[in-house]
Nanobody, 122 residues
């Protein structure tokens, strides 16, 4: 069983920045970040390939968020800039891609972190 431990998150004013990190207990995992706002379904934010480092982003965060993977530290990070109130959600780290259909689909990951709250005040 792979363990994912998230850190970071918190509260920030609109326009501000936050950084999330997720440490995995195993190597070579395709990893991603998802978020779930209150009353909404979990949605994919960004993903990164462990093979070639290719990054994938949801349209809503393209140009504002950046995912990075440190294979040596087994850590994936999410730098979030120019945050908006609509970015408020619980953010989840995910790993262990099950298929290649969509890297931003929550159904496509085997392992999940416990989630960390991000709140953006207007």
């Amino acid at each position: 069983q792979v363990q994912l431990v998230e850190s970071g998150g918190g509260s920030v004013q609109a326009g501000g920045s936050l950084r999330l990190s997720c440490a995995a207990s195993a190597d070579g995992l395709n990893m991603a970040w998802f978020r779930q706002a209150s009353g909404k379904e979990r949605e994919g934010v960004t993903a990164i390939s462990s093979f070639n480092g290719k990054e994938y982003y949801a349209d809503s965060v393209q140009g504002r968020f950046t995912i990075s993977l440190d294979n040596a530290k087994r850590t994936v990070s999410l730098q979030m800039n120019r945050l908006k109130p609509e970015d408020t959600a619980i953010y989840y780290c995910a790993a262990g891609l099950l298929g290649l259909t969509s890297r931003l689909s929550p159904d496509n990951y085997k392992y999940w972190g416990q989630g960390t709250q991000v709140t953006v005040a207007s």
